[in-house]
Structures are given as C-alpha cells and as structure tokens.
C-alpha cells in the first residue's frame, strides 16, 4: 500500500486528475459501454422502432438546423465574394482561406454584441420575433427533396404546406415592426407586410398550373416526375409559370431589386431597426436561409430537383468492397501508408533539392485528395442519395448564384413600382398562366380520350 | 425595343466584371509604383456645359503643401473679387527657398563667369580623338598640354561635343593628379620683388655653406 502511496505522492496536479480520466476512459469506458449495448440496446432499439415517425422527425430537425447554418454561411461569403468580384474588388481574403471565414466572423461578431432591448418594447413579442422569422424559415426545408429518400417529411401536400409555413414570415416581420415601439420599425413592418402578402398571390398562382401538370402536391413525387433527359423538367411546360415564380419568390426572400422592407441604404433594415446582437443575427440568417430555400424550390419545381439533367449510363463499381473480407481491413489499414509513399517518391527523385519530409508531406496530402476523391466517386456512384444530392446542391447554388449576380447589378424599384408589378402584372399572367395549362390538359384529354 | 433587354444587358455586364481582373492592389504587400513625391496631377474640371467646375473654395491653395498653388478668381455669386492667402504669405513665397521648393528658376548665387579661351587647338585635339568620349583621359591630358590647365570652357566644349556629361569630365579630370584647373604657380618669372629674391638667394647660400652642401635653385 505504500508504495501506491508513494507513486501517487510523486504525481503533479494535473497527474492526479488525468489518471483517473485515463482508468475511466480505458477500463470503465468499454466496460459501460459493453453493458449498454447488451442491456439496454435492445430495450433503446425497440422504443425507437416502435416510435419511428418521431425518431424521423427529430433526425430531420437536426439536420435542418445543422444544415441551415453552413448554407448560411455560404451564401454570404459568396454574396460578400461575387459581388466584389463583379465590382472589380477582390473581396474578403484576410479571414481563412480566401477570406472563406469571413462568415463564421460576421456569426461571432453579432454574438458578441449587446443584445438591446428599446425601452416600452413588448418584450415577449419583440423576443420572439426573430425566432418566428427564422423557425419559419428552417422549417421549409422539412419538405424540401434533396435526394431521393432524403427528405425530412413526404408530405402528400407539401407543396402547400410550403406557401401556409412560408406565410408565416410575415407575421413575424410584421410583430417585429411592431413590437419596437418606434414608428419607423411600424412602417418598415407594414411595408414588408404588404410587399410579402402581395408576392404570396402570384407566387401561389404560379406553381398551381405545375400542379395541375404534376397532378400532386408531394415535392418528392414532382421531383420523381421530372426524371431522365432534362427536356422532362417543368420550366420547358410552365415557362411563364416558371418566371412568375423566380420575381415572386424574389419578392418573397426581400433580395434585390424587391429588397425595400430592408433597404439597407435608404430606411436602416426598416421592420430591424431597433433590432441588434444576435436577435438581429436571427433576422439576417433567416435571409440567406431563405435565399437558399426558395433557389431549392425553384431547382424542385421547375429545374429537375435532384435528377440529372440527362440520364448517366450507369457505371458498376466494379469490386463490392464486402466480399474482400479481412482483405479490406488489410487494404484500409495499409493503402494510406503504401500511398503515401507511392506520391511522395516521385516528387522526392524529380526535385533534388526537396528534403525527404516535404516530399512525405506532399504524399500524404495527395493521397487525402485522392482517397477524398475516389469516396465521394464510389458514393456517387453507388448511392443513388449522393448523386441526387451533389446535383441537387449544384443546381440550387447555381440559382443562389443569380440571386447573388441580380443583387449586384439591379437597381431598388420603387414602392409603387412594386405593388403595381405584383398586382397589374405577375397576377393577370399567373392567372392566364392557369387558365391556359388547365385549358390545355383539358383538350389533350379530350383528344387522347376521342 | 425588347422589354427587359435592358436588365438582361445590366447582368451581362457584371458577368463581364466578373471575369476582369481585378482593380483592388493588395497593400501594404503590394505597393503601387509611384514615386514618393507624387502627388497627382493638378487640374480643373469642366462640368457639361463646359464652365469650370471651380468653386474657388482655395481647399486646394490650402492643403498644397509645397505652396505652389496661387489662386484668385471669383466667389460663387459673381460678387467679390478673392484670392488666396494673407499678404504676408507673398513675401515668404517669393523667397529663394519657396521658389526653389516649388520648381521656378531660381538665381545661382554662386555662379562665376569663366573666361573665353581660343578653341580652335581643342577642335584639333577632339579632331584627332574623332570626339569620342572614351579617350578622355588621353583628350583631357593634350588639353593641359596646349592651354597648361584645363579651363572651364575648354571642359564646357568637350562636354558640348563629345556629348560627355560635364560633371563626368569634371569627375575624371579631378581623379587624375596632373590634371589641373588652374594655371601652374609662375616659378623663374622675375616679378616686381627682384630685390627680394636676390636677398632670398643669398640667405640661402649662406645656409648652404652653414650645413655643408648646396641647397641649390628655388624651389
């Protein structure tokens, strides 16, 4: 006993915390979990078998919000990025690679500032604001088909589901107004209101000939719809429709040239003035987060979703990594090392003067490349979700891309402009566009019928 | 006209921008290459009418930091005759040291006329070299050889004619030891102290004879 005195006498402070974490990690550690999985597994297995549409719905919501904040972070490094470059800047470039934390800074930035609270403000509806303004925003993705089989929820009516959440926003633009307690957050908040309102008719409008096409409100079915050749995706039969949609739903996420509820230049972000610190961060992001959402449903809708524009001709994986057995525990175990050694050799003979450990370095970062590379290959050719995925993906950043470009060179319309455009014009074409898709389903009916 | 052309023609534009190179110069890593006493060029500005945008605010006369700047006119409503600064100011500016500041003329004090020298043996000497300036030295020591010291105006044509800076003929003629700028000292010219010489003379010999050799001539 003794000497176990002794030897724990000779340890420092920091010892005598880290052995016990060590014996836990090591012997207590396995252990537990050992009796986890032969207890309580089976009981944890079953509760959430039997429980299968909330265990679903809870993955999808953390997804969503785990999602929802690199998109964010994205979009606005590349609006801070492409609208330097079309103003012939550079941009960000201080902040991590390309100035690509530029971001993940502005994020921290508004956490740490003071988060202010005007004096005769409703403090209830002034806190929850911001929160209806991004939940509202977060929770459209729930629908959103971003692969096939990865979608949170199938809803048979998502479609509506879509316009009666996204509504919503208005709501929380309007009580933000209001709960300021400042006349000119009231007017931005009304301001908002009756643009967002006034979109929301066209924009509803709009997809109702698609749906009629479709024959289905289920985003995933519309999307299933449009598969092989790109000549199947709904913006060659609903082009007005498909047009309508884009300056709806432009108006819709408040992005330039429809961008006064917050003009940034002329009446000081309107219904978020008196907005600051992170509740004003909530508002800001639920705007990317928007950008995002209605590009993705533009890529739904009208643009193929998730399938490829053409069909790909199937490539087989030519070896099913399963059948090689212990030969695959070998392979993963010594492919980083023999490659490593592979792309260091041949930069270690050509360039003399590289010292051995560069050359390793080097190596080791090609074969990261590679190994990268050859995974996301072997998912996207073997997983039909990934592929779905990275064409999903391309095509909704492609269109947050001309979002990005429109912010860069319109000019703001005018409110009456607005109003007028909105009910003079996008409503009499989304209702012409209506009449004329069910005129024409009807007379090819008639036809196929006769 | 298309409607809409117009917006299509606005987004072909900034996707031309897009791929330009880039106005932005990197500083402090990257420095633009501008000499360190630039500071722009001075000029006034005509608006669409073809008036002078020119307010006469003397916000220039007044940040000009070399004082260059002079400035008079009329104010904005056509009333007033104005200039720029105090009178007192005029006097310091028209000092040597403004003047030289702000890049007029300036007398040099120190400037001596030199003295005209027949050049037709120098035509011959440059002659014979065929003007080159790569013989200089050999140019340089004929020179002293005819005229017995190099005058400024010898230098000046040799500088004017071989096309040679004058400072670099004037660098190599002061380099060289026997190359000399002034007249040799007048030895064995018996001036107006003859007198004085003679009892010089004498002195000498009696030191002479007191050491035990001969000192000989004048040195």
Known sequence: MTTLNRAWGNLTLTGKVLLPLLFLLLVAGPILIVLIAQFVAPFLVDLLGANLGIVRFVVAVTGVLLFSIPAAFIIIYMELKVIARMNLRVGPNRIGPAGAAMSVVHGLKVLMKEDFTPTGADHLVFTIAPVIVFLTAVMTFLVIPFGPGLVGQDLNIGLLYLFAVGGMSVVGLLIAGWASTNKYSLLGGLRAAAQVVSYEIPLTLSVVGLILLAGTMSLNQIAGQQAGWFTNWFVFRQPLGALIFFIAATAEANRTPFDLSEADSEIVAGFATEYSGMRFGFLFFAEYVNVFIISALLVTLFFGAWNAPFPFPQVEVALDPGTLGIGLLILIAAAPVVLTLVFAAPIYLIRSSTPAWQALVLGFVLFNVVAIGAVFGIAYAGLDWMAGLVWFMGKSFAFVFVFVWMRATFPRVRIDQLMGFAWKWLLPAALLNLFVTAAAIVVVDTLKAG | ?219
């Open chain 2, 1 to 219: 006209m298309i409607p809409g052309i117009g917006l299509v023609r606005g987004l072909s534009l900034t996707l031309r921008r897009f791929f330009q190179p880039k106005a932005t110069i990197q500083w402090p890593e990257v420095r633009a290459d501008v000499a360190t006493k630039f500071r722009g060029r001075l000029q006034l500005l005509y608006d669409e009418y073809g008036t002078l945008k020119c307010e006469t605010c003397f916000q220039c006369a007044q940040a000009c930091p070399i004082e260059c700047i002079d400035m008079g006119g009329m104010d904005t409503k056509g009333r007033f005759h104005v200039h720029w600064g105090a009178p007192e100011t005029y006097d310091e500016r028209r000092e040597e040291s403004a003047m030289r500041r702000a890049g007029r003329p300036v007398a040099d004090a120190a400037f001596t006329r030199f003295g005209a020298i027949d050049l037709a043996p120098l035509d011959a000497i440059l002659e014979a070299h065929d003007y080159d300036p790569k013989d200089m030295l050999a140019i340089l020591e004929e020179t002293q050889a005819e005229y017995g010291y190099l005058p400024v105006a010898s230098l000046k044509h040799i500088s004017r004619v071989t096309g040679a800076w004058y400072a670099m003929i004037y660098g190599t003629a002061t380099y060289y030891r026997h190359l000399r700028f002034e007249p040799p000292a007048v030895d064995n010219v018996p001036a107006a102290g003859e007198a004085h010489l003679a009892a010089e003379q004498a002195y000498r010999s009696s030191l002479g004879a007191s050491l035990g050799y001969d000192q000989g001539g004048a040195s």
